[in-house]
């Protein structure tokens, strides 16, 4: 693919919703380091047919009238609220965790509520994910979302440039620059190291990653 515009409206893909699947799956290194940093893509048993953006397809004779059922695209988050028991595995607490901060996005129609692509890997030990099986759709809460031409990709939206990925040995130091169009906190980050600043135009950090 040569580019990230979206799909016309009704076109649908390797899902329902056409939505993306790979960058919406769990990922056995993703739960390793402690939880998913992404939304998920979830299947349910009934949608509505409607999308919400990004999706630009549904898969339903359900009304749009019956708000009861998500449409494609709906957003949903584990409540915060929700306490994750502490003898659940590593991987459990990883996407819960994810959960909670991002969210999941329904894409297509399944046999279950809780149904959650993981990508596959030989690495993920056997019944790792069984608890989430007890988890109820009464667990979340519907996020209102922005269209294509709202929030963060509405006209004269605020836009930061925290500047290019750097890789650094123990003792280097690294200059940091950010770029911005407005008042806003940059945030790098790397193991073992973050650094905070606020950037008001232009601003350059150096900062020496300690081993």
């Known amino acids: 693919m040569n580019s990230n515009a979206l799909r016309p ?3 649908t893909s390797g899902d329902a919703a056409w939505l993306p699947i790979f960058p919406a799956v769990p990922r056995f290194d993703e739960c390793e380091r402690g939880m998913v940093e992404h939304a998920m893509r979830l299947a349910v048993v009934r949608t509505r047919r409607e999308y ?3 999706a630009v397809h549904c898969a339903s004779s359900i009304p749009a009238s019956s708000t009861n059922y998500p449409a494609m695209g709906q957003r949903l988050r584990l409540k915060a609220n929700f306490v994750i028991p502490s003898n659940w595995t590593t991987e459990e607490k990883a996407i819960l965790l994810g959960l909670k901060k991002y969210g999941v996005i329904v894409a297509d129609n399944s046999g279950g509520f809780f149904s959650i692509s993981i990508a596959p890997d030989d690495r993920w030990s056997a019944n790792c994910f069984d608890h989430l099986a007890i988890i109820s759709i009464d667990n979340f809460e519907v ?3 922005t269209g294509p031409t709202e929030g963060p990709r509405s006209p004269g ?5 925290a500047g ?3 890789v650094i040995g123990i003792d280097d130091i690294a200059t940091l620059n950010a770029t911005s169009g407005s008042i806003l906190g940059v945030r790098w980050e790397a193991q073992r190291h973050t650094a905070f600043f606020s ?3 232009l601003k350059s950090r150096s900062i020496k990653c300690a081993g």
């Open 164 to 166: 290019p990925d750097q």
């Open 143 to 145: 996020i209102q979302t």
């Open 9 to 11: 409206d009704g076109w």
């Open 199 to 201: 950037a008001s135009r």
């Open 52 to 54: 919400i953006y990004p």
């Open 157 to 161: 939206a605020p836009t930061v440039d």
